[in-house]
């Protein structure tokens, strides 16, 4: 969806583009480095916040039984600050890098999507704002960042401060899974020529593997929150014990979400410093290919482990035994990493900058978060160390030891990339020292506290339990951090107005990011690089030095034979490499848009409106609607819309739907789980099969089956140029669809008749939400193409705007094979 | 116009299914349908009924993704971005279900 | 058995002795969960002291070897470009497989202890029903007809199978010195086993955050010699004394009062939502185990119970601070 903002070449193209640099030019910007900048920004607030929460509870534990907040403060403090630090806070910190970095990193001049990029950064925005606002009306969500239900539901939790979090969660989420699905597409289809997969950047490895948990991650846990939702807007009963519901499905749907999300958070910060150490070791990592395939071994099994969270609730020893084992299995790829990083810095001439200080500090802070962590894969180990200040020592020596210390080893590397000036080395060092000692004083002893019995999310503590000293250590420590950020904030000041000016490539670094100005042009290169192996610009800069002097061992080295036989070439003529100048006298650039904004401020209206009024939902779902119709349609006739096929050769709209298809089968997979588990749970009835209506079903599901025919159809016409047959072809599909949602309409009300509402029982709740969300995405492709139809009736579908209809196409097959397997599940299985 | 190449297409010039074939996959998918209908009311069949309707099932999954949704003929990157996810889907319903299933014997 | 239990405390507090040495840390507190009293808290001992070891000594590998590094390969100016090195098959190889055979030697006693602390409890155990209340712990020995709470009596050297139902939301059970921790989750019902060591009072507290006072829900777990386990199980099983003076004034009060309508007195009242009060007056502490038995404390809860236990579900019922020391004094005289 690029629009063409015709810019010319040259150093000042931002100046002859028009881009200014007022307010409107940053609400309206798609340019991924300015919305980089303004996720960075916002974390840094974000941060500035959850930091000042974690210092009001350290001073309510500084000594027992004091007095500074009360126990409802200190539950909301502690539950704002873990949700704060996660999806406020560290999350849009590694968005604020792969932003900024990732297309510079593959010679992509922008994200895949540029507007939507700019989408999921105000949908961010609105989630953030709208659950902080829960401050400003005296209900902050103060029953856990985990929020275990039923602690959450609305007999316990009777006020707004749940309904805060468990909607801002859901925007928050949708905000994410959009970004994913952006950068799976950028990653995958928009690197330069010569990228190969295995030539990519470990940073850039990295966030493609976020992406995908992002991408399959946040599915479950929206799941469970609309189940939340259902149940204390709705009196829907999943989390319902009296209706025979069971509380462990909100945890497992938690932390099927929640530990992949503590790779989301960690994942970024391994890139970085796999960027950082080899910078300034000026040796290549070692053993990338180990680096690259373990961070996707860790990712890929960190789907496998989230029960590990769970061993306390009596799953069984089975069950126990088996979430252990793969547990310690995920530590053998992070062992490697670690010990990959070790390499890469043995043999090599290390320049001691305040980047590899940090880079280097997550290597010792990390391992030690990291082997607290294997002590908590044993599960008996697990049930004394579990919920106490061990496991609170444990996941901030991940978090800060490991996330925040990659963050800002990325922060001192890459801001004289974006700002075009150097931080203060010196001072850098400084902040550096003070983070370590205040990071260690405050949470070295939260392990001997946790050794000793004090538990987690206590607002205070008797005396004569031996845990005053160390916890009074560990308040003092904590002011050490919050004296270490408040540096690094001086430190950037003075470097915008005093620093000095960075060349282009300060670090003499490795990767593309280097290659073109600080700050980049808005259009990241003049001319896009070809890209020649791993390190390619280190391997254009040292030429035949780097490459005779590598010595390939193992896999390492594989896939460089083309690419070595253009570095001669390229050498010989004494000439930097660049793809061919294909429109060497303009770059399409994507012109800004006001309508993300809008369409973000529209969500936060309407979860707004949740807590006040329903025409305050309605309103805002109004504006959300219009906004992203107004957004789709208004680069429709856009020559530079037509061919968007990348480095897949596949178009990006196509790579988007099917992840997002693979994001969607997570979500029906959690529903359509849910409903099998609380089967035969219910106790009282209506039963399954006292009410369902297998002919009326069997019609329903035939109508829906023939409409995916219709459908393909319609794709063949438009494909053949044929806008009669394809009017028809997806007329006839809308229509299949609207009758497969009278059908639905009709089955409702004659249950609702019967005596099965939602409220009912949980068959009825896992029912009517399963079909209930298959038939609002039903009447989403029905929109979809009635909009496809309009567009043909104007005549503006043209053989051209082909994938357009394949990937309605895609998208209502997937509703149809969705049907598919509940039609089975649900209506036939007896 | 984004097709790639069939890789083992014979009969597909374009890397295309033609309509005929998307006909055909329809019939059998409401054949398929039909005897799944009939199936759940065959009485000596019940002892088998589930692991027959769940392979029926799969097999109209599958047809319509391989057929109507193109990944037959489509690159195999697409097929990694649905399958990938689609098993892990799988999995993780299936240890849901064992481990909710599992508590109602051990709790109730 | 004595000797194997004490050789694995004794590595363990060997290691940590140089941490003793340093900060004057101490490693047996009330709630230490390395100083067992229990045969189910010296098996998780066991794992955790081998899991402590290994995990010390790689990182004790790696920070050494990240010092090396770091002292030995520095840039000096106008030197060399190092050697390009890429990788090396057989070291990746080998720093794979080396963690991988470290976790195994975790995870073999790790399995073995998961199966032996979680089976069916043995024969002769004393069965007790523990229900987690927002905030407070009721304790109910079926066989016994005795209900207490915050305080859970157990004989020394016999094994106890604790029951553990939630009645509201989810809770934890956890007495680290004779065990690791259990939810106590509505809707399910969890188990614990284990045999106490020697008579003593040992601390515990809720763990799983359950609202407003999670942190005031506490318990003592008193293990008693037979004897006077025994002893303690006869008083307990007796009537509630009938008071006179002050406290019969109180009695009075007490069963006009809407504090019928949750608690038990045996033979006054039958409320179930709060303590069975019965024998209130043979218990050290009580609203959640927070505060200690006296009179001024209990008065001061009866005028007004959020005051001192944030959120509590008990309210201020009405009566004056004099009506209130009367009611105290009844119940303390329930010995």
């Known amino acids: 969806m690029m629009a063409t903002h015709e810019v010319a070449l040259g150093h000042h193209a931002r100046e002859q583009a028009g881009v200014g640099s007022g307010v409107w030019s940053w609400i309206t910007t798609v340019d991924h480095k300015r919305i980089g900048i303004l996720y960075g920004v916002s974390a840094f607030v974000f941060f500035l916040v959850g930091g000042i929460e974690a210092l009001i509870m350290r001073m309510q534990l500084a000594r027992p039984d004091s007095h500074v907040v009360g126990a409802d403060t200190f539950n909301a403090l502690f539950t704002m600050h873990g949700t704060t630090m996660v999806f406020l806070a560290i999350m849009p910190f590694s968005a604020a890098f792969l932003n900024y970095m990732v297309p510079l990193m593959i010679g992509a001049r922008d994200v895949a999507f540029p507007r939507l990029n700019a989408l999921s950064y105000w949908i961010f925005l609105a989630g953030a704002i709208f659950l902080n606002a829960s401050f400003f009306v005296g209900a902050p969500p103060n029953a856990g960042w985990f929020g275990y239900a039923n602690l959450t539901t609305k007999q316990f939790s009777p006020g707004a401060n749940t309904d805060f979090w468990l909607l801002s969660l859901q925007v928050l989420g949708a905000s994410s899974v959009l970004a994913g699905v952006n950068f799976i597409v950028t990653i995958l289809n928009l690197r330069a020529p010569g990228m190969t997969l295995m030539r990519m950047p470990v940073f850039v490895w990295m966030a493609l593997v976020v992406q995908f948990l992002i991408v399959l991650a946040f599915p479950p846990i929206t799941v469970g929150l609309i189940f939340l939702m259902f149940d204390r807007f709705f009196g829907t009963h999943f989390y319902d014990v009296t209706a025979g519901a069971d509380l462990l499905l909100w945890q497992h749907l938690f932390w099927i979400f929640g530990h992949p999300e503590v790779y989301i958070l960690i994942l970024p910060a391994f890139g970085i410093v796999s960027e950082v150490l080899p910078t300034f070791a000026r040796k290549p990592l070692f053993g990338a290919p180990v680096v690259i395939y373990s961070g996707v071994l860790i990712g890929f099994f960190g789907f496998g482990v989230w029960s590990h969270h769970m061993f306390a609730v009596g799953m069984g020893p089975v069950a126990d035994a088996a979430f252990s084992i793969v547990t310690m299995l995920i530590a053998i790829p992070t062992g490697v990493k670690i010990f990959n990083w070790l390499a890469t810095l043995w043999g090599g001439a290390i320049r001691p900058t305040t980047a590899l200080h940090f880079a280097v500090g997550l290597i010792a802070m990390f391992t030690i978060g990291g082997l607290s962590g294997v002590m908590h894969a044993s599960p008996p180990v697990d049930l004394q160390q579990t919920d106490t200040y061990f496991v609170v020592a444990h996941f901030h020596y991940v978090l800060i030891g490991g996330s925040l210390f990659g963050l800002f080893a990325g922060a001192y590397y890459w801001w004289p990339k974006i700002t075009g000036r150097l931080l203060n080395e010196r001072l850098g060092r400084v902040q550096f020292w003070i983070l370590l000692i205040g990071f260690n004083a405050t949470f070295f002893p939260q392990h001997y506290l946790g050794a000793i019995g004090m538990p987690r999310r206590i607002y205070t503590y008797p005396a004569g339990m031996g845990w005053d000293f160390w916890n009074l250590v560990s308040t003092i420590g904590a002011f050490g951090i919050a004296l270490s950020v408040f540096l690094f904030a001086v430190n950037a000041i003075w470097s915008l107005r005093a620093g000095a000016m960075a060349s282009a490539d300060p670090w003499d670094g490795r990767t593309l990011e280097w290659r073109t100005s600080s700050p980049p042009p808005v259009h990241n290169f003049d001319d896009i690089p070809l890209v020649l192996g791993r390190d390619t610009y280190w391997r254009e800069k040292y030429g035949r030095r780097a490459a005779s002097a590598s010595t390939e061992g193992g896999s390492g080295g594989r896939g460089g034979g083309a690419a070595g036989a253009q570095t001669e070439a390229y050498f010989a003529a004494g000439r930097p490499p660049t793809s061919p100048p294909a429109a060497a006298h303009a770059i399409h650039l994507p012109a800004p848009s006001y309508w993300p904004i809008i369409a973000a401020i529209g969500i936060g209206v309407a979860a707004a409106g949740a807590l006040l009024h329903v025409a305050i939902v309605i309103a805002g779902a109004l504006v959300t609607v219009v906004s992203l119709f107004a957004f789709a349609l208004e680069h429709h006739r856009n020559p530079a819309h037509v061919h968007q096929d990348g480095t897949l050769g596949i178009d990006h709209r196509k790579v988007a739907m099917w992840t997002f298809l693979g994001s969607e089968c997570m979500f029906f997979g959690t529903l359509i789980a849910t409903y099998l588990a609380y089967r035969g749970r219910s106790v009282v009835g209506p039963h399954p099969h006292e009410i369902l209506n297998i002919p009326v079903t069997s019609a329903s599901t035939f109508d829906l089956l023939m409409s995916s025919l219709l459908m393909v159809l319609a794709l063949a016409a438009v494909q053949r140029g044929d806008r009669g047959q394809a009017r028809l072809w997806l007329f006839g599909t809308a229509l299949f669809g609207l009758i497969f949602l009278g059908f639905q309409a009709y089955e409702f009300t004659s249950f609702i008749h019967e005596g099965l509402t939602l409220r009912t029982n949980l068959f009825g709740s896992t029912f009517f939400v399963l079909t209930g969300f298959h038939g609002a995405h039903v009447s989403l492709g029905v929109a979809w193409l009635v909009t496809l139809l309009v567009l043909d009736l104007r005549g503006r579908l043209g053989r051209a705007d082909a994938v357009k209809v394949e990937i309605a196409g895609l998208y209502w097959h997937f509703v149809d094979i969705v049907w598919i397997a509940i039609f089975t599940l649900v209506y036939l299985i007896p | 116009m984004t097709e790639i190449p069939a890789v083992s297409e014979p009969h597909s010039d374009a890397g295309h299914a033609s309509v005929a074939t998307y006909v055909k996959v329809a019939l059998i998918l409401t054949g398929v349908t039909a005897l799944e209908i009939g199936v759940i009311s065959i009485r000596f069949l019940t002892p088998i009924v589930v692991p027959l309707l769940l392979a029926m099932s799969a097999a109209k999954f599958a047809l319509v993704v391989l057929f109507f949704m193109h990944l037959r003929y489509d690159s195999r990157v697409l097929s990694g971005l649905f399958i990938g996810p689609l098993v892990i889907a799988m999995v993780i319903v299936l240890a849901l279900m064992s481990l909710i299933g599992a508590f109602v014997t051990f709790g109730r | ?335």
Request: aromatic share 8%.
């Open chain 3, 1 to 335: 058995m004595t000797s194997a239990r004490h050789g694995h405390r004794a590595r363990f507090i060997g290691l940590v002795g140089v941490a003793q040495a340093l900060g004057g840390c101490a490693w047996d507190s009330r709630m230490s969960t390395v100083s067992p009293a229990s045969d189910l808290a010296r098996s998780i001992l066991h794992v955790y002291g081998i899991i402590t070891w290994a995990t010390i000594v790689i990182a004790l590998v790696v920070s050494v070897t990240l010092a090396i590094a770091l002292l030995r390969f520095r840039d000096r100016p106008g030197g060399p470009l190092p050697a390009q090195i890429r990788g090396h098959t057989l070291l990746e190889l080998s720093w794979t497989i080396a963690p991988a055979l470290i976790l195994l030697v975790i995870a073999i006693p790790t399995i073995q202890v998961i199966f032996r602390t979680q089976g069916p409890a043995p024969k002769g155990a004393l069965q007790i029903t523990v229900r987690g209340w927002q905030w407070w712990w009721e304790f109910r020995y079926p066989g016994l007809d005795i209900a207490t709470a915050n305080e859970l009596y157990v004989p020394a050297g016999q094994p106890v199978a604790l029951r553990l139902e939630g009645p509201d939301v989810i809770h934890s059970f956890w007495i680290p010195r004779l065990g690791g921790k259990r939810d106590v989750v509505p809707g399910r019902i969890n188990h614990i086993t284990f045999t106490a060591d020697t008579p003593g009072e040992y601390w515990g507290q809720c763990a799983e955050f359950c609202g407003t006072s999670h942190a005031n829900m506490r318990m003592r777990v008193i293990v008693l010699d037979h004897a006077a386990f025994d002893r303690w199980v006869a008083a307990q099983r007796a009537p509630a004394p009938e008071p006179s003076g002050d406290a019969a004034d109180g009695k009075t009060i007490f069963a006009r009062s809407a504090c019928v309508g949750c608690h038990t007195i045996r033979g006054l009242s039958a409320g179930v939502l709060g303590p069975d009060l019965t024998h209130f007056g043979s218990r050290k502490i009580f609203a959640g185990g927070m505060l200690p038995s006296d009179a001024e404390n209990v008065t001061a809860w009866i005028v007004d119970p959020p005051k001192l236990k944030p959120g509590s579900k008990m309210p201020a019922v009405g009566l004056t601070t004099e009506q209130a020391r009367s009611v105290a004094v009844y119940l303390l005289s329930l010995r």
